[in-house]
């Protein structure tokens, strides 16, 4: 049992480096046209609602929470999505 929870452990980390790796240092961004041309759609904090979607559910900007706190001056209409496209 206990080197089933070993090797199941080590395989989670391996597979989770990666991912962790790729994303984008948190950087802060003076306008949407420099987020934009990073995050193509945007950023949010987790649980964020867009309020610019009307209707559609909005699943094209990305959750990162650290990159969203450094450009909460970005987020006009306060939803929790800084730099979403319409």
Do not use: W
């Not at 089933?4 to 597979?15: F, G, Y």
């Not at 699943?59 to 979403?84: I, M, Q, S, W």
């Amino acid at each position: 049992m206990t080197r089933t929870l070993v090797l199941a452990a080590a395989l989670s980390a391996l597979i989770a480096a990666p991912a962790q790796a790729a994303l984008p240092k948190p950087v802060k961004y003076q306008n949407c046209a420099a987020l934009n041309a990073v995050y193509q759609h945007g950023v949010a904090k987790a649980g964020a609602t867009d309020k610019v979607s009307r209707g559609k559910p909005v699943t094209t900007f990305l959750v990162y929470p650290d990159t969203y706190r450094k450009n909460t001056h970005l987020d006009r209409d306060k939803d929790g999505v800084a730099c979403e496209k319409k």
